[in-house]
C-alpha cells in the first residue's frame, strides 16, 4: 500500500460546522476542502452516517476524505440526527427523517460558496443504504453514487432475516451495537455544555431497535421503506455498486445491475466488510483511484475511461483449503461486458439415490434427515470483516450430519458466477421448518470447502409477505436460491450440496424439532463459459492512501473466537471477543475503548435454549471527563414468542448517569 503525501491540490480541514436544518435541528460535520475553493468552486462528496466524525470513524476518514479533497472536492462527512454531536434522536435505521435530512443537507451542501453545485454521495453499508434511498428521491443537487456493501432489499438481504428466517448470527448483535453507540454522548469539545443535557436526553428516549425488528417478520410495508428494489425506475442517476465474496452484502450487486436502466458499474473482490483499498483478504486494489475515476467522470465530466470498463468487474476465487481465516484469496479478475447474461448459462444436476448428485438421475425413494441443533457451530460469519474465525472450517463434520448429494470428480475445471439455485420436492413434519442448503467443493482427500449456501423458511414458501403453516407430510415444491458467488472447481474435485433443517447460530431455530424429507430435488449452477475472454478491464492501480493518524495504541486490537461445549448438558457455545483496544487521538487528545462480547449457544435436541447474549462497553475519556457504557443484551425463545431483554448502564465518572432496562415478549409469526 503506497502512501501518498503530495496531492495535486493543497488542502484544509473544518473540524466542524454546523448545518441547519428547518425544523431547528443542528448536524455536525467535517469538511475536507482544497484551498481555493472559494475562489474554484469544486463538486462535493458526502458521507451521511451515525457513526461518530471525531472517534468511531476517524480512522478511516483520515484515509479517504483528504484523498478526495486532495483530488479537488469538497469532502464532507455528517453526523446523522441522533449520533456524534449532531442534535436529536436516532430512533431507528433508514426512517423516512433520515432521507429528508438528507434533502435538506445537499441543498445546504449544493449552495455554498465552496461547491460548484453539483454532489456525489458514497458509503459503505449504513452510508451505501441511505446512498440508493436518497438517489431514489431524486434531489436536483445529487449526479451520481458509490454504494458500498448495501442492498436494493432491505428484508432480503440485511442483518434481521434470510430467506424469511431469523438471522440469528446479526439480528442482536447489530441490534447490541446500535443501543451501545446510541447510548454515547457528543464531545462537550465540540458542543459545549449542553453535552449533558443531549446525552441524557438519547438515553431517555431511544429505544432498543431489536423491538422494533422483530416486531416485523414478515415482509411489510416497514421493510420495503427504503428497499429501492420496490421500483427501480425511481433511481435515474449513474451508480457504482461494490460487494465482496466475504461480505453480506453481494447479492444485490447483482440485481442492481440488472434492475437500474441508469449507468451501472458492478465490483466484486474476494472483501470482507472492509474498503476495497484496505484489500482484507487480498488482493487490495487502488480504489479511490477508481472513486476518482468515477466522480472525475460523472461530477467534472473528464473522460476516465471508467465507462468503458466491462458492466461487472469480479474476483474469480480459485479454491483453497478450508480455513477459518484468510489473508488472501488465490484468483484472478475478470469482466463480463453485460450482466445478466445474454443467453441462460445454468448447468443441471439431479439429487440422486446413494448421495449421488449427477445429471441423469433421480431420487427412487424419499430421504430424511433429523438434523442437529449443534451442528451449525461451524458456520461462517454472515458478514466477515476479516477476523479470526470468519470463514467456515472444513464442513466434513457437518456434511456428516447433513443429507448429502456428491457429484463425480469433474474431467475439467469448471467456472460459477452468480446465483446458484436448488430446486426440491420435501415435506417437514411440523408446521414451522427451515430448509437450509449448503453448496461445497470437495478436493480429492476429502475436504469440503464451504462455497455458498441459501435459507428458505418453509412457511414463506409462497410469499414472504403473507406466510402460511407447513402442512405436515405433505410434500411442497419450494426453490431455494443461495448466495451469488464466483467460484473454480479444479478438475478432480466434486460438488456437494448438503440439506438440513437447522443452521444455529446463522438461523434462529422452528420451536419444534424438525424431520426433513427430500422427495426430489436439483442443482442448477451458473456456469461461466470460460472459452471468453476474460475481459478484465484496466488493471488496478496498487491501493493508496494519504497519510494514516498518529494514533497512541495504549492497548492493541484483538478478536478471539473460541467454541466450548459442556459434556454433561450437551450445551454448546461459540463465543466472540471483539476488543478494538485503547487509543487517543493526536488531535482532540480524546481516548476511547471498545470491547463487545456475543455468545451464542445452544443444546443439541432443544430448539427452545437458543440463546444469544451480547455485552458491549465504550469508554471516552479526556482529562478528568470521563463517560463509560455498558449494554447487556439477550434473545432467547418460547414456542410462542421471542423473549428480547437489554440493559443499558451509563456512567459520568463514578456518578451512574443512566440505569436503564428493557424487556419484550414479541409473538413468533411462524418463525
Known sequence: MKILRNF????????????PLADGTRLAARIW?????????????????????????AIRDA????????????????????????DGLLLDEYLPQEQEDALELLAWIAAQPWCDGQVGMFGKSWGG??????AARRPPQLKAIITIYSTDDRYADDVHYMGGAVLGYEMLPWASVMLALNATPPDPRTVGERWREMWLKRLRETPAYIETWLAHQTRDSYWKHGSVGEDFAAIDLPVFAVGGWADGYTNPVFRLLEGLSSPTLGLIG????VYPEEGTPAPA????????????????GKETGIMSEPKLRVFMQDNVPPQTSYTAR???????????????????????DHGQLNEKGSLSRPQMIRGRLTAGMDTPAWCAFGHPGDYAPDQQMIDGQSLTFTSEPQNEKMEILGFPVVRCTVAADRPVAHLIVRLCDVAPNGQSTLISFGVLNLTHRHSHERPEPVEPGVPMTVTVQLNAIGHVLPAGHRWRVAVMPYYWPMIWPAPEPVTLTVISGSLSLPLRDMTRPDHAGTPFLPAEVSPPLALKILRPEEVKRETREDMLTGRKTMSVTFDNGRVQFPDHHLIMEDVAHHHYSITADDPLSAEVICEHQLIFERGEW?????TVSKMTATATHFVVENAIDAFEGETCAAHKRFYKEIPRNFQ
Open 626 to 630: 470521563r463517560i463509560q457504557i455498558e
Open 285 to 300: 486494489i487502488g480504489f479511490l483511484q477508481e472513486s476518482l475515476r468515477w466522480w472525475d467522470y460523472w461530477l467534472k
Open 8 to 19: 495535486p491540490h493543497q488542502i484544509s480541514k473544518i473540524d466542524n460546522v454546523w448545518i
Open 270 to 273: 474476494p472483501w470482507a466488510h
Open 63 to 86: 484515509l479517504r476524505h483528504p484523498y478526495f479533497a486532495g483530488h479537488g472536492y469538497a469532502s464532507i462527512h455528517v453526523d446523522m440526527r441522533g449520533s456524534g454531536d449532531s
Open 330 to 352: 488465490p484468483g484472478r479478475w475478470i469482466g463480463e461486458m453485460t450482466w445478466p447474461p445474454t443467453r441462460d448459462n445454468h448447468r443441471i444436476w439431479q439429487l440422486s
Open 33 to 57: 476542502l482544497p484551498t481555493d475553493a472559494v475562489e474554484r468552486p469544486v463538486p462535493a462528496l458526502l458521507e451521511y452516517i451515525p457513526y461518530r466524525k471525531n472517534d468511531w470513524t
Open 129 to 134: 443504504f441511505n446512498a440508493l434511498q436518497i
